[in-house]
């Protein structure tokens, strides 16, 4: 199962906290990708480009957290450069421990990368330097993981890949669980339905 995701997005940092679905048993790999760049290929708007929608977006977010027992702290301002923090994902394993490390560090503490002090007090606690984030290596992982991302239909983060299918954002949470599950609950997982869903064909455009 591969997750993508971005700590810019606080949808992906309560897919973070779900401990029923990203549990160790489920051989989890962890990809930070930059969501800008899922934007710019697919061409779309992020959240937070579209001023009603962000406002909708916090609030929805607060919401969740709130209904799902969450600890939640808004950043002091969003949207904010995620790049730094990718890196040090990168550069220190990208595990799931390291990930929600990372995602503690803005959406519970409220700091940004650029908020050097503490960005660098992080860095220390996976015996890093923030000059380590910045090293070739790290930087054509994070490009590797975008473009495994775009191959692989990702268009948006949160996403989870397993066994062939994408699921995308913090709702489907319950639907991967499903989909796990599928072995011996076949019935949370109508696959003839889907394969309808699928080949819904095209109806009108609008111009752009």
Not at 118 to 129: G, I, K, M, S
Request: with cysteine.
């Amino acid at each position: 199962m591969e997750w993508y995701f971005d700590f810019i997005s606080p949808y992906a940092y309560l897919q973070s906290q779900r401990r029923d679905l990203l549990a160790a048993d489920n051989e989890l790999i962890c990809r930070p990708v930059l969501f800008a760049g899922l934007l710019n290929h697919w061409g779309q708007l992020g959240p937070a480009e579209i001023p009603v929608k962000r406002q909708w977006t916090f609030e929805h977010v607060t919401w969740l957290a709130t209904r799902d027992g969450i600890d939640l702290i808004l950043p002091p301002e969003h949207p904010f450069n995620p790049i730094p923090l990718l890196r040090l994902c990168i550069a220190a394993g990208a595990t799931q421990e390291v990930a929600d490390r990372l995602f503690r560090f803005v959406w519970q503490e409220g700091y940004l990368p650029q908020h050097k002090d503490a960005f660098a007090r992080l860095c220390t606690e996976f015996d890093l330097h923030p000059d380590d984030v910045n090293v070739d290596e790290v930087k054509a992982t994070l490009h590797a993981n975008g473009k495994r991302a775009i191959d692989n239909g990702v268009f948006g983060v949160p996403s989870i890949v397993y066994n062939g299918h994408l699921f995308w954002g913090y709702d489907a949470s319950d639907m991967v669980l499903d989909c796990l599950r599928a072995d011996t609950h076949p019935e949370n997982w109508p696959t003839d339905k889907f394969t309808a869903a699928r080949a819904l064909p095209d109806g009108l455009q609008r111009k752009r």
